[in-house]
């Protein structure tokens, strides 16, 4: 079973949200690359840009991934390159469509 409260814990901590920031980045420079990107994309690439997007928001999308989730509910660390998968392909999607409803 899902510890929440670890979950929750690792999403507030500064230094997690950091990490998620700086991938959410690389993500949003990839974007403003394309040629054409989608326009949920373009707009939480500028979003990302200017620090307009709710980093606890994707933190939390990143705990709740299968994988980060066990190895917080665990007490092991969480390495980059899960957090760079998550961001960068796994819920760029929906972190795009979520962030164009608001």
Known sequence: MADSLKRITWAKDKQ????????????????????????DDLAFA??????????????????SNTTIGAKIDAGTAVPDSDIEYVVMTEQWTALAGAAAQE
Do not use: W
């Not at 979003?47 to 705990?63: D, E, P, Q, R, T």
């Open 46 to 63: 500028k979003m990302i840009y200017v620090g307009s997007h709710n980093l606890l928001a994707c933190a939390k999308v990143v705990v």
């Open 16 to 39: 997690n949200q950091d990490r998620v920031d700086y991938y959410l980045f690389l993500k949003a420079l990839a974007v403003m690359a394309l040629e054409t990107p989608g326009a």
